[in-house]
């Protein structure tokens, strides 16, 4: 099994410039989740998706979109990059939540400039 | 979602025991308390899982009192390698529950 995977890993952006960060598992888990984590921060939820074509906001959900049309891919799009955007980004999936570990992924790392 | 309170950091010399804290005071009757450590430039990774009392695994043991208000991650004999942040999670299995990561705990071990 690849786990779960993110593509690219470094990326960066100018602003007002739109992108999709990409985010495979292998493993057919039904939760999958995006993070950021800015210097110095712990990690902070995005947006997470508890099965395909279900998908809820979470701590700060402002300038990103997702969609989980299949239980493998959950794709994370900025919309109109900006500065604030700049972080390294996290993709976790797991079997469940409630007894269940997520497992991440490498990370992007995107600069906005 | 039950909030909870973490150190900001610790320091420990190898070799030595270190226990890391965590109070969540409002938990919920189906939370389960899990521990990730993570890396520099790595996403986090699982670590230990408890209910309640104590569970341990090859990598470190975790005990919870009756009340269920804390939890303390047990590190035996470590290494430089265990510098990392340690994040608590109660998970009760609904939402984002289980998916809400606070600060962490970072642990810098010296020789």
């Known amino acids: 099994n690849a786990g779960v995977t993110q593509t690219p890993k470094f990326q960066v952006l100018k602003t007002g410039q739109s992108m999709t960060l990409q985010c495979a598992q292998d493993m057919n888990h039904e939760y999958m989740s995006w993070y950021r984590q800015d210097p110095g921060m712990g990690l902070r939820l995005i947006h997470y998706s508890v099965g395909a074509g279900i998908t809820d906001q979470g701590e700060v959900p402002n300038g990103y979109n997702v969609s989980r049309s299949t239980t493998e891919d959950f794709p994370l799009r900025l919309l109109s990059a900006a500065p604030s955007q700049t972080s390294v980004y996290f993709c976790?999936?797991?079997?469940?939540?409630?007894?269940?570990?997520?497992?991440f992924g490498p990370g992007t790392r995107l600069t906005v400039t | 979602l039950a909030k909870t309170t973490q150190p900001i950091s610790m320091d420990s010399y190898e070799g030595q025991e270190v226990n890391i804290t965590c109070s969540h005071n409002n938990i919920a009757t189906n939370d389960y308390i899990t521990w990730y450590q993570q890396f520099p430039s790595q996403g986090p990774r699982f670590i230990i899982q408890g209910y309640k009392t104590k569970v341990t695994n090859e990598v470190a043991s975790l005990f919870i009192p009756a009340d269920r208000k804390s939890s303390t991650l047990s590190l035996p004999r470590v290494s430089l390698s265990d510098t990392a942040v340690y994040y608590c999670l109660p998970d009760s299995g609904g939402g984002a529950d289980g998916l809400t990561f606070g600060k962490g705990t970072h642990l810098i071990i010296q020789p």
């Open positions: 976790a999936s797991s079997p469940g939540t409630g007894v269940g570990e997520q497992y």
